[in-house]
C-alpha cells in the first residue's frame, strides 16, 4: 500500500511513518519499563505481607501508611496497562490503526492514573497537598518521566495517524 507523500513528511523503508516509528519505541520503553515496576510493586507487596511501604518510593507519603490489598491492586492495574503499552507498540510497529487506538487510550488511561495517584490524599479525606514539598519529593521524577512518555507517545501517534491503516 502506497502512503501519499502529503501525509507523512518522512516513511521508513518498511513504509511506517518515523513518528510511529517513535511512538513504538516509546511505547515498547513505558511497556517495559512498567511491567519491571509492577512486578517489583507486585512482589514486594506479597514477600512484605502487603505492606505498603515499598510504595513510599513511587508515590505520595500517605500512602505508606496503607495496608492491605490497595498495593497488590495498583501493581495490577500497571501491570496491565504496560501490557496493553507492549500490545500498542506490536500494532503501531504493524501499522495498524487499532495500535493507535489502544495506543491513545492507553496514554490518556495513563495520564489520568497518574493524576489520580498523585491527587487521591484529598479524595482520601488526608487534607490538602503541600504543592511545594510534592513538587521536592522523590516521587514525582517517576511520574513526570511517565507523563512525559506518554504525552510524547501520544503526540507522536497523533502525527502520524494518517499513515495507519
Known amino acids: 500500500m502506497q502512503i501519499p507523500k502529503q ?29 519491571i515496576g509492577a512486578f517489583l510493586i507486585i512482589g514486594g507487596s506479597i514477600m512484605l505481607g502487603m505492606s505498603a511501604s515499598i510504595l513510599a518510593y513511587f508515590i505520595p507519603i500517605p500512602y505508606a501508611q496503607l495496608s492491605g490489598v490497595l498495593p497488590g ?25 487499532i495500535g493507535g487506538k489502544i495506543g491513545i487510550a492507553l496514554s490518556s488511561i495513563s495520564i489520568v492514573f497518574i493524576v489520580i495517584i498523585a491527587f487521591l490524599p484529598m479524595y482520601l479525606g488526608q487534607g490538602s497537598i ?18 512525559t512518555l506518554n504525552l510524547l507517545s501520544l503526540a507522536f501517534t497523533l502525527i502520524g495517524w494518517r499513515s495507519l491503516f
Open 130 to 147: 503541600n504543592y511545594s514539598s510534592l513538587l521536592a519529593s522523590p516521587y514525582i521524577t517517576p511520574m513526570i518521566l511517565i507523563i
Open 73 to 97: 491492586l495498583f501493581g495490577i492495574v500497571w501491570l496491565l496497562i504496560s501490557v496493553f503499552g507492549i500490545v500498542a507498540g506490536v500494532e503501531l510497529w504493524r501499522s495498524r490503526k
Open 7 to 35: 501525509t507523512v513528511s518522512r516513511v521508513t523503508a518498511e513504509g511506517r511513518s518515523t513518528s510511529i516509528t517513535v511512538a513504538t519505541v516509546l511505547f515498547f520503553t513505558y511497556g517495559v519499563l512498567g511491567i
